[in-house]
């Protein structure tokens, strides 16, 4: 599933990130802290406009993966500004990645839509 890939391509994108970060001196604890507002942004987000979990949770999916690709496209600019081609690299990989998978959950955002009505309307039918 595409999922269990995506999770594994996260742990190595993390490595790539903490492996730059040690090269240019700097602690992998930025990064953590970065990564801990950016959930923490992304859930206050996805709270505001869904009502039910499936649909919080595709609607979070979704933006998050578009808050990395956004960081993703500002890094490599900024390692393209100060010569670094190793950041810019890695950051192309890791938006390559990212870019996937926003696509496919994409692609599967109509779907869970439809299903999650469906089975809401199965549930107000079970209950008259």
Do not use: P
């Given at each position: 599933m595409l999922v269990t890939l995506h999770?594994?391509?996260?742990?190595?994108?993390?490595?790539?990130?903490e492996q730059c970060l040690d090269r240019m001196g700097e602690?992998?604890?930025?990064?953590k802290d970065a990564g801990g507002k950016i959930i923490a942004m992304g859930?206050?987000?996805s709270g505001i406009f869904a009502g039910d979990e499936v649909m919080?949770?595709?609607l979070?999916?979704?933006t998050f993966e578009h808050m990395e690709i956004a960081s993703y496209k500002m890094l490599i600019a900024a390692a393209g500004e100060i010569g670094d081609a190793g950041v810019q690299r890695a950051c192309e990989e890791n938006l390559r990645e990212e870019e996937a998978m926003a696509d496919w959950l994409e692609s599967r955002l109509g779907t869970v839509t439809s299903e999650f009505l469906r089975r809401d309307e199965r549930d107000a039918d079970s209950a008259k």
């Amino acid at each position: 599933m595409l999922v269990t890939l995506h999770l594994e391509e996260t742990k190595q994108q993390a490595k790539r990130l903490e492996q730059c970060l040690d090269r240019m001196g700097e602690g992998s604890s930025t990064l953590k802290d970065a990564g801990g507002k950016i959930i923490a942004m992304g859930q206050s987000i996805s709270g505001i406009f869904a009502g039910d979990e499936v649909m919080k949770g595709s609607l979070a999916s979704y933006t998050f993966e578009h808050m990395e690709i956004a960081s993703y496209k500002m890094l490599i600019a900024a390692a393209g500004e100060i010569g670094d081609a190793g950041v810019q690299r890695a950051c192309e990989e890791n938006l390559r990645e990212e870019e996937a998978m926003a696509d496919w959950l994409e692609s599967r955002l109509g779907t869970v839509t439809s299903e999650f009505l469906r089975r809401d309307e199965r549930d107000a039918d079970s209950a008259k």
